[in-house]
């Protein structure tokens, strides 16, 4: 059995964190599927989807890592080619890629204690972002 979810979400960008974690165990709690997978994608190429700890502490320090790896004021080719501001942002999404898959059992995303499913929407300004979920199973 195959259940196809649209979540969207309204985003600030600028490496703002979304927990999906409680919305992603609601959908998975409506679904039929009591054993499986979820595929979590997010369209857009400028926003990512991972796994993290969802604390202050390392939201900042993602975003500093973030800083290092592909800072906001760096030349892009993509901002030269296209006359935009984003080339940083395509970049970081790079990094964390638009979609994982997470296990589900009795009906629950199996994650480990700290875990949370997380939106990161790197873009240069709001959006509203699309997150697909894709339940796989029994």
Same mark, same amino acid.
């Given at each position: 059995?195959?259940?196809?979810?649209?979540? /969207?979400?309204?985003? @600030?960008? %600028? !490496? @703002?964190?979304?927990?999906?974690?409680? %919305?992603?165990?609601?959908?998975?709690?409506?679904? #039929?599927?009591? +054993?499986? /997978?979820? /595929?979590? $994608? =997010?369209? +857009?190429?400028?926003?990512?989807?991972?796994?993290?700890?969802?604390?202050?502490?390392?939201?900042?320090?993602?975003?500093?890592?973030?800083?290092?790896?592909? *800072?906001?004021?760096?030349?892009?080719?993509? #901002?030269?080619?296209?006359?935009? %501001?984003?080339?940083?942002?395509?970049?970081?999404?790079?990094?964390?890629? *638009?979609?994982?898959?997470?296990? =589900?059992?009795? +009906?629950?995303?199996?994650?480990?204690?700290?875990?949370? =499913?997380?939106? =990161? #929407? $790197?873009?240069?300004?709001?959006?509203?972002?699309?997150?697909?979920? @894709?339940?796989? !199973?029994?």
């Amino acid at each position: 059995m195959i259940d196809t979810r649209h979540l /969207t979400y309204e985003t @600030q960008g %600028d !490496g @703002q964190v979304i927990d999906l974690t409680a %919305d992603l165990n609601r959908e998975l709690e409506d679904s #039929d599927v009591s +054993g499986g /997978t979820v /595929t979590i $994608f =997010v369209t +857009g190429t400028t926003v990512g989807i991972t796994i993290m700890e969802y604390e202050p502490g390392l939201v900042e320090d993602m975003k500093t890592l973030m800083g290092r790896v592909a *800072p906001r004021d760096a030349s892009y080719r993509h #901002d030269i080619l296209n006359n935009d %501001d984003n080339g940083h942002s395509h970049t970081r999404a790079l990094l964390i890629g *638009p979609s994982l898959v997470v296990p =589900v059992a009795d +009906g629950s995303p199996m994650l480990g204690t700290w875990q949370r =499913v997380v939106l =990161v #929407d $790197f873009d240069s300004h709001p959006r509203s972002r699309n997150v697909i979920l @894709q339940i796989m !199973g029994e």
